[in-house]
């Protein structure tokens, strides 16, 4: 009976490298939600994706930051030629959807370190 | 957008104290949830209100919803070292969580 699994835990990358974040969420769970927290703040969301269909990307950067759920596999978060400003740490979490409430359950995260 | 607002953003407790950590919004809230995040660990659903003027409670936790639902408050008694962490409120709506910007609890034994 897994969680949200999120790896790697912790990723350092030099600027200008891409960064490669996965998430599966918990089983039966079809919605996939993904966040970033800065240190001392809160979590702001950036995405919202069902299987192969991204719902909602109102907070995701316009550049450099891509996101992705396919049919089979976790969903990836992908930055392009990361920089200093990125280094953050990502939370994944998924939900049933509607029947659930709207109750997320979170991934462990991804602390990006950005050198 | 809506903002959710939460103070006080810092609260030092001695242990065996109650304190109380707020959340407010200037829009009338479709519901609230709360979440706990341990240092170094992620966010932990706690409870979720729906109802204007709701009250849960969870063993030393009492949440309560305002009657207006622009307000919430989390309260804790007899305040232990394991309550150490980050209490987030947020909204869920639209399909996503906008989260207030935390207080971290730090607490004196």
């Known amino acids: 009976n897994a969680g949200v699994m999120q790896n790697p835990r912790h990723l350092v990358r030099r600027r200008g490298q891409e960064a490669r974040l996965r998430c599966s969420p918990m089983?039966?769970?079809?919605?996939v939600y993904w966040y970033r927290q800065l240190p001392e703040e809160g979590l702001k969301f950036m995405v919202y994706?069902?299987?192969?269909?991204?719902?909602?990307e109102s907070g995701m950067p316009k550049e450099r930051f891509s996101a992705e759920f396919p049919k089979e596999g976790p969903s990836i978060l992908r930055i392009q030629q990361v920089v200093r400003g990125d280094s953050a740490a990502y939370f994944c979490?998924?939900?049933?959807?509607?029947?659930?409430?709207?109750?997320?359950?979170f991934g462990a995260g991804t602390r990006l370190s950005v050198l | 957008g809506q903002q959710v607002m939460q103070i006080p953003q810092y609260q030092h407790v001695q242990e065996g104290e109650d304190f109380t950590t707020y959340c407010n919004s200037s829009?009338?809230?479709?519901?609230i949830q709360w979440y706990k995040q341990r240092p170094g660990g992620h966010p932990v659903f706690l409870i979720q209100?729906?109802?204007?003027?709701e009250v849960k409670k969870q063993k030393r936790l009492t949440f309560q919803f305002g009657e207006a639902k622009k307000n919430s408050s989390l309260h804790i008694t007899a305040t232990q070292t394991t309550d150490v962490g980050t209490y987030f409120c947020?909204?869920?709506?639209?399909?996503?969580?906008?989260f207030g910007g935390g207080t971290r609890v730090l607490v004196k034994p």
């Open positions: 979490a998924s939900s049933p959807g509607v029947t659930g409430g709207f109750i997320q359950y």
């Open positions: 089983k039966g769970h079809s919605h």
């Open positions: 994706l069902q299987k192969e269909n991204i719902i909602d």
């Open positions: 829009t009338t809230l479709s519901n």
């Open positions: 209100l729906v109802k204007s003027g």
């Open positions: 947020a909204e869920a709506a639209g399909n996503k969580l906008t």
